[in-house]
């Protein structure tokens, strides 16, 4: 498996940004859960920033591939090389200038306070000196906030932020005031409203490319300014919000939610199926791929560790020390975010399938060593007697003794890994929990959505401990 | 090791584990076709002797030769892979019975004979389940050979793994303790088989508490005492012994029948 993912670094085709190509392939990065910027409409990537990337593609001649992942994975992507550019309302301030390459801007906004309806004493930025504020981590209006001396609750987008708030789990949220009318408007809440303006000053948003790629900023810089003299911009901006956001004075915004007003049990119906794709596509390959691959490290690694070599048996210790003490989510972050900066640069879904399987790899090597151990003692000499080497005697006569044993805990492993795999949705894998949240995002349906993809692992996980009843039959058949 | 005609000969077999040494100096020849009893209080080092026979368990010196196969314990080959070879080439001489049968669970009475021939030797699975089915005839077993060993009473699955131990066609038997393990009532039926294996010319060396039985079959006995050969001598020496030691434990195995 490593080495099948080794060849993959290797040979991963270049669609980097760097190809002195004519039509050079850019990967978008882009949250696909913040409306009306960039959100999924039954299914399609859609929004003011996704046309807008499109419009300057066509223009400056590039092929675009969108990414998405929540904002706070948005700046490790491109500095890790695994997006180009961000697409996702990225508001120019000092600190980005500083490290990243900014076009022109496209949206001109302003920053709003958002609270609780009944919460009257927050009107102005002053005001949220000592409150608590959910916020994108790296977002410029989580800056915004702490400047202003907030403290600063982490959150993978608007609309969690939003219900946050809702819970009176916080008391304000600092967000651009196109994305909160839009959430008002969809989720017809009453509960949230805007209090307050941030500051007078005009925030603006724009492409952001890494410091390197500066022709390619130069290409989209040229691009917009052509679509911005030749009114396309104006026409998508209207399109969306009745108003010409890519100025600075374009009137008042309207916005009609791109939620759209569906009852609970709509929102749920449209999403079940690209959930269920998230299953089939995300949640199940994962599990097996990390399952198989996991399951022979672990062989490996548990007869390592018994091997009466100290050069296999001290290896074999410090990973699996290693793996069960370290959380998993740093355990994606190295391999995904950390690894390229040394050359090693996986795609997402391999990255996820090696993080998982080296995670299952080192659990069940104490659990296989545990059920070879406990393969009594006479069961290897009988086999020694009738003169098989150590191979064979493993493979016929103490490993399939041991599988027995192994299987109820080994059933642990697996449940535990059908879950874990919901964790990858920061290392940009679309599976079952991705989908709930970009509905919720959308709709600020939160509870049922996240209750039917915990259905959706129930099912799973429930069809899984039948085959580990029949499987445990069928390795037992022989116990009377 | 000069030939002397014997199909077995140990020599000096030396071992302690730590400051306690389990054998001194052992030593016995058998010829083929011959019976071998190894008697002797627990911890006099008989069942050591037999693990030794075919290296389950390692004397720090000594020789042990079956036939054409012989190590030197003393003088272990440097290389691991001569040394293996030595050693899986003694293993090969003989098969083994233990007292507490070792079968193994998930394979099936068939399934357990056939695995030496069919895995190691190379046999062809018709050829080694003929030999089976043969085998457990003559244990008495016919019939069950679709059996799990759960499924047996403790003296089918004894006699179960005698026909493994012979299915190899060792130049020796090895039997530790084959009754121990056993009730009362079961014990018959495996001293039965045992009992033909002799009057069938196989070449056996048994370690037992079972005297009597003993009697009728051994053509040689040893006397264990703490690591040392304490008499030595045929069948008379369980109804007639010389040494005091060896009066004094089959006093008390008789008494205890």
Redesign the interface.
Known sequence: MIVVLGLAVVGTPGATAGDEQDRPVLRVGTEGTYPPFSYEDGGDLTGYDIDVMKAVADEAGFDVEFVEAPFDALFPALDSKRIDVIANQVTINDEREARYLFTEPYTFSRGVIVTATDTDDITTLDDIEGKVAAQSETSNWAQVARDAGAEVQSVEGFAQAAELLVQGRVDVVVNDNIAVLDYLASTGSTEIEIKGQVDDEISKQALVFRQADGDLRDRADAALKKLAADGTLAEISEGYFKADVSVEDGGDVEVEGSGGGRSTWEVLQDTAGPMLVGVLKGTIPLTIISFVAGLAIALGVALARMSSVKALRLPARFYISLIRGTPLLVQLFVIFYGLPQIGIKLPGFPAACLALSLNVGGYAAEIIRGSILSVPRGQFEAATTIGMPYRQLMRRIVLPQAARIAVPPLSNTLLSLVKDTSLVSVVLVTEVLREADKAASLTGEFLPLYCLSALYFWVICFALSIGQDKLEKKLGRYAV | MSTTGHLIEVEGLRKSFGDTAVLEDVGFTASSGTCTVLLGPSGSGKTTVLRSL?V?ETPDAGVVRIGEAAVDFGELPRDKGLRRKEI?DL??R???V?Q?H??????TVLGNIV??PV???GQSPEEAEAEARRLLEQVGLAGRETA????LSGGQQQRVGIA??LA?KPDVVLLDEPTSALDPELVGEVLAVIRDLSQQGWTMVIVTHEVRFAQDVADQVLFLHSGVVAERGGAEVLTDPQQERTQQFLRRVLEAR
């Open positions: 075919n389950l899986r293993r090969a003989s098969g083994m233990f507490s070792n079968l193994f669970p998930h394979k695995e030496g895995q190691v030797q799990y060993p759960a499924q493994r131990a190899l």
